[in-house]
């Protein structure tokens, strides 16, 4: 089975391996098979589609595995972009997997990857995709919350109603300094990318009706590192001084946490003396 990337909106994404692969397989496994009919009409594609969705993944999954089974091949699509991310597919895949047939990825558009590639962000940690955040806002603001002091660039998913309520849940739990980048409509017609103060972004969308429309990719700078010394930190730290000489104590904890390692050999004389 292929796992095949398909454009964001601009077709022309498509890769010249994506096409040959939808061309060659013997059926393809669609979310929603009147939107992906259009893209294989247009790509002159005449492959046999199959619906594969969040509400009938699990018994699809069986038809594919017998399909596999009988030696066709198959390539799994979703609406847009990378399947299998915060999108269906990736209980297939897993069932596939577990079946024992080879699962292949055939790689191209991805929301994530083409909204970093234009923030501007730089940081050593990395970045975490968290997809989509609860729709109730306490469950929202508390997985927001969990994630105020990661080093990473935090990218999130977010529906059109639901993007100026995100947005100010963000700048709630994270701070309104922290820098915000809005991907809004990738590579359609209607495309915007803006970037902006966490604490700036209710005036911006506040002001155009039309930037609350579309499908959206929020990115979030990371946590500064701070010099201070964090509740999470000093626990670190406390259980490496139970067990370590107090140098040693403070550089495995800087290594761990990320905190200046100064900031902590203070804190560890403090703690000792105390």
């Not at 796992?3 to 669609?30: F, K, S």
């Not at 992906?36 to 594919?64: F, M, P, V, W, Y």
């Not at 935090?154 to 709630?172: K, M, Q, T, W």
Request: hydrophobic share 50%; aromatic share 4%.
């Amino acid at each position: 089975m292929y796992v095949v990337a398909t454009p964001l909106g601009n077709l022309q994404d498509i890769t010249l391996r994506a096409l040959a692969v939808l061309r060659d397989v013997d059926m393809i496994a669609a979310e929603d098979t009147r939107h992906s009919q259009r893209l294989l009409d247009a790509c002159g594609i005449k492959t046999r589609l199959l619906a594969l969705h969040e509400h009938n993944e699990q018994r699809a999954a069986g038809q594919l595995i017998e399909h596999l089974e009988a030696g066709k091949h198959i390539a799994l699509i979703t609406d847009a972009g990378t399947p299998a991310v915060s999108d269906p597919g990736a209980r297939a895949v897993a069932q596939v997997r577990a079946a024992g047939h080879p699962v292949v990825p055939v790689p191209g558009p991805s929301a994530v990857a083409a909204a970093l590639s234009v923030a501007g962000f730089v940081a050593e940690a990395g970045f975490r995709f968290v997809g989509f955040l609860p729709p109730k806002q306490a469950a929202r603001r508390a997985q927001i919350a969990a994630l105020q002091d990661d080093a990473a660039v935090l990218v999130f998913y977010e529906a059109p109603h639901r993007v100026c309520e995100c947005v100010a849940d963000l700048a709630a739990e994270l701070g309104g300094e922290r820098e915000l980048l809005v991907a809004r409509e990738m590579t359609k017609l209607h495309e915007e990318i803006a970037r902006m103060p966490l604490g700036e972004a209710a005036a911006w969308f506040a002001a155009d009706s039309n930037r609350v429309r579309g499908e959206f990719v929020l990115a979030v700078a990371g946590a500064p590192r701070r010099e201070g010394v964090d509740g999470e930190a000093e626990r670190v730290l406390s259980l490496l001084l139970a067990e370590l000489p107090l140098k040693t104590a403070a550089r495995l904890a800087a290594e761990i946490t990320g905190v200046s390692r100064n900031a902590l050999y203070s804190r560890a004389l403090e703690l000792k003396q105390g």
